[in-house]
């Protein structure tokens, strides 16, 4: 079974604080990816890796930056926290480019920005 | 440009019942896929299944049925005598390729499943 980790569970952090989520998934693949969820808009996408030390910027990229300098680990880095970013943010990672791969998901990490 | 839409935020219905889940996309592409995935309350997405835009049969796994209408763009879901177990948020997916050969899979708002005992 494909097993994807976020670091954590819960987190609450203080306006302007530097921010670190982290996500190793045990599968060997290829692609990984960094979406917020919020009531009444879905799954939004905000960085993808196709590659170690690959990224590409997602539907809101602005304050997120990303780091992915293993194959089985992919970060995301909130540079500044502000309380618009408060959110669940869910991990995700696939076995290749192909689009008939499907996603497989974290437990989701729930942070609160104050 | 491509979306996905799934009108219906949230539904209740009565254990035993029978519930149909809309799923509606829009894309140029000719050759894509659709998925649905399952978020319970414990917060992870399960992958329930996929199919191509090639393929229209329907597709039954125990409770759970999807049909596929390419000429409605609509990939629907039902769950046939609904257990409590089957309360979730529910996404529909859609995958299609842009320029320089990344996929990208757009997923819809998501319905909300209440099924109550």
């Known amino acids: 079974d494909v097993k994807v980790t976020q670091s954590s569970r819960y987190l609450v952090k203080r306006t302007g604080e530097k921010v670190f989520l982290e996500c190793v998934q045990d599968m060997d693949h290829e692609n990984m990816f960094w979406y917020r969820q919020d009531p009444g808009l879905g799954l939004r996408l905000i960085y993808f890796s196709y590659d170690v030390k690959m990224k590409e910027k997602g539907d809101i990229p602005e304050g997120y930056s990303v780091s992915r300098e293993k194959k089985e680990r992919f970060s995301l880095i909130l540079e500044s926290a502000s309380t618009n970013q408060t959110s669940m943010y869910l991990c995700?990672?696939?076995?290749?480019?192909?689009?008939?791969?499907?996603?497989?998901f974290g437990p989701g990490t729930r942070l609160t920005v104050t | 440009a491509q979306k996905v839409t799934q009108a219906q935020t949230e539904i209740s219905v009565v254990e035993k019942e029978d519930v149909t889940l809309d799923c509606v996309y829009e894309t140029r592409d000719t050759t894509y896929y659709l998925f649905w995935y399952k978020q319970p309350p414990s917060g992870e997405l399960v992958f329930l299944i996929r199919?191509?835009?090639?393929?229209?049969q329907n597709e039954i796994s125990g409770r759970y049925s999807w049909n596929f209408q390419k000429s409605t763009s609509s990939f629907n879901f039902t769950i046939t005598a609904s257990q409590v177990v089957d309360s979730a948020v529910y996404f529909c997916a859609l995958s299609e390729a842009l320029s320089g050969g990344y996929q990208k899979v757009t997923f819809g708002i998501g319905t909300k499943l209440q099924v109550i005992p």
């Open positions: 995700a990672s696939r076995l290749g480019q192909g689009r008939y791969y499907e996603q497989y």
């Open positions: 199919r191509n835009s090639f393929d229209e």
